[in-house]
């Protein structure tokens, strides 16, 4: 075939491409569906994204596509990282995804993000590296930290953001990747962090923390105005004006998460 499937990130788009082609070719998407033991409307539904790719078609499929073993591992991971539910598996996908070369020179942005924003000490320790007396010596930095870190995850933190430009003695470097990606790697930040300051909390004195928190009913409207002022509180963090020296790395949360959620809404999440 001459559509490679190394070329999408997403495959719904290239299924879409290969019925095209196939069209074009005098195959119909009902011929194929039938070939590959499931129904046209279902994989109609597929395409529009109403329904998600069963993996025990893909060989099925593949054979039709005519796909090599390296281009079959290549799309079952990308329709993992599609459809799956659960994030950490979606990254395992992804990291596998990484690896092919076609991939990692049409995606470099996203290869360099992602593992920037998996690991979240390369991200503190980049925050780190804009405050007063930081030194890039691994047992200064281990010394820091309140999770720890061991001496060769800081040392490959560094060799990485040194690398990409992104320590505070860099020149200033910013991180782009798409927007599908940005969404998988920051739920397993956000997972990562949680846990972290979960784990802290008996560890720290009160005085050297704030923990706020009440339980309040919502309608949709209200809500979206909840985000709003919760967006503007963290700006205005953000923009806080450090008048002393900077001593110690603070990593900001504001949460609003539901404790119920209605039978429709549960239908969409499913």
Known sequence: MSIKVYHFQDYREYFKEMFFYLKSKKVSMRKVAKEIGVSNAYLTMVIKGKRNFDLRYLEAIADYFQLNISERSYLKNLIIICDHEDSRTRSEAYKKLARFRSYKTQQKDDVIFHKYLDNWYYVAIRELSFSEGFKEDPFWI????????????????????????LLATEDDNHLNC?????????????????????????????????????????????????????????????????????????????????????????????
């Open 142 to 165: 281990q010394e820091k930290f309140l999770p720890k870190l061991k001496i060769r995850e800081i040392e490959n933190a560094l060799a990485f953001l040194k690398k990409h430009g």
């Open 178 to 270: 798409s927007e599908g990606l940005y969404k998988l790697t920051l739920t397993n930040f956000h997972q990562d962090m949680l846990g972290i300051i979960s784990e802290s909390i008996p560890k720290v004195k009160r005085d050297y923390r704030n923990i706020l928190g009440f339980t309040k009913s919502l309608d949709k409207k209200s809500f979206e105005k909840a985000k709003d002022i919760m967006a503007k509180a963290l700006k205005d963090l953000e923009e806080l004006d450090v008048e002393t020296n900077k001593t110690e790395l603070y990593h900001f949360y504001l949460l609003a998460s539901p404790l119920t959620l209605s039978k429709e809404k549960k239908n969409e999440e499913s």
